[in-house]
């Protein structure tokens, strides 16, 4: 990611911030009025999953989470030359579950891969490592260019003919995206994966983030905009399900949190991606899909945190934010945490010098608390391991140091989970 995208991450993210804290106040002080009173009982996170909970989810992850363990899912730069014998061997040995894997990265507009292409490759590198491998998507397919960015619009042709983005398939940009969906749900299903990744992230034009900005674009109503993006979640969901029916969605955000991200003349909007999720939501619901979804927290956690107490509070602040949409799609949506690391303060550079400078964890071994607080509040978290943060994942000259601290906060949340 360059440092443009993580710096909108992280301009994105201070709003979504401030809006939870207006939300906390309201769903959390009653609740707060309740736990008073109310008798001391074993925390959520220690109380098992019912019976339809664990079928909604695939069969690895559920079975992880009913021995009492989590699941950890390593992010990261990778593409087919990453997996050789040697950085699949490195990997193999870290406390990760599984990795997502991208087969065309977010600006790729080249042919799409098919099914089985991608499952020969997966097989392929199944013989050298027992973690899962996710297929990892971009929605950024379907994206058109933003006007002021002259020189993406030279470099890729194929987003210039898009208008907004493709909702009604017009440049035939959502017909590539949705066979690549469709595509990426029957290899992870046929080479035992529990899923797919999924990245909702504009990163042609981030403007459009903004749902009226986005109706501009497309000559529509806001309404009209919002009902596109829903209909394109539905399809998502349908073809999902058609390949793989119990399949996990791990969405690395879905801006589900914040309903008023924008308001615009008095009318709230969520950001446009949360739209395609609550379409998928809506579909699972009225289609009865066994698929789960999970709402990544890249952008209501963010990567990095000044502190432990400040996590704690976006951790808080997030659960009341999402709290209606976690009861109106119960059962089919759930939070997952994410986090991201570091060697030690000089290993810092350009986007996690800017945003996790702040932290008052210097080292990765100080970041050990923080990991071990996602992971008795989520049962689903991702790491972000980056090269800003000098944390490569399949290389054996770094990834050793990050995996000891992350095999030890595993180790003890396991041993005592409501430590």
Partial sequence: MTYAQQTHRVIRTRECFFSLLLLAAFYLLPWLAAVAKAPRSKSSFEQKPST??????????????????????LVTSVNASTFTPESLAQFNRSA????????????????IPTAASMEASLTEWKKATKKDLWPWVYFNRMMGQDPARKEQIAKYPYFARI?????????????DFLQYWQNSFRAAKNTQAPGVVADLEFYNYYPEYNPTILAKELSKSPQQTIDLLRQVGARMADLAAAEFQNATIWFLFTDLGNPSWKVVEGQPYYASPAYIVQGMLDEIQKAHLSLKILSGGEVSLAYCSTSLEQLKMKISHRAAGFAPQIQKYAGALELAGTITLWNEPA???????????????????ELQPYLELLLKS??????????????????????PRFDT??????ARVASDPAR
């Fill in 52 to 73: 339809s909970e664990r079928q909604s989810v695939s069969s690895k992850i559920g079975a992880a989470y009913s021995s009492g363990d989590h699941y950890l899912l």
């Fill in 96 to 111: 990760y579950e599984g990795v997502a894997v991208p087969f065309l990265n977010a600006y790729d507009t080249g042919p």
């Fill in 163 to 175: 208008q907004g983005a493709d909702l009604e398939d017009k440049a035939g940009a959502q017909k």
């Fill in 347 to 365: 290993g810092k550079t350009g986007w996690m010098r800017q945003s996790c400078g702040g932290s008052d964890a210097g080292t990765v071994e």
């Fill in 378 to 399: 989520y049962r689903y978290n991702w790491i972000y391991a980056s090269g800003a943060g000098n944390y490569l994942a399949f290389k054996a000259e770094s990834a």
């Fill in 405 to 410: 601290v992350i095999g030890k906060a595993k």
